[in-house]
């Protein structure tokens, strides 16, 4: 996973705004690299009850990217697997 260009990215645009497909209840949390349509896939230790796995995604997007966990939001697909997330750099 290319993390540095997406923070890159993320520091020139000022903005991301990802497509990830997650992957609930793996053994730990990490990327495991894009799907064909470009989305990428993320595992997540934490399983999808209760929010559970939505909040570790968004602190494992916000300590990868470098950015405070209120810069991270989940746009769609709060109760699906694939979800649309937006990341705002720090003004």
């Not at 497909?21 to 999808?48: E, F, H, N, Q, Y």
């Not at 929010?51 to 109760?79: H, W, Y």
């Amino acid at each position: 996973m290319q993390v540095d260009a997406l923070r890159s990215l993320l520091h020139a645009e000022g903005k991301l705004a990802l497509c990830i497909r997650v992957i609930p209840k793996s053994s730990c949390t990490a990327w495991a690299g894009s799907m064909a349509d470009g989305a990428l896939k993320v595992k997540l230790a934490a399983v999808p009850e209760k929010g559970k796995a939505n909040d570790e995604l968004v602190r494992f997007l916000a300590s990868e990217l470098g950015v405070p966990q209120r810069q991270v939001e989940i746009v769609s697909g709060a109760t699906g697997r694939l979800k649309q997330v937006r990341v705002n750099r720090v003004p």
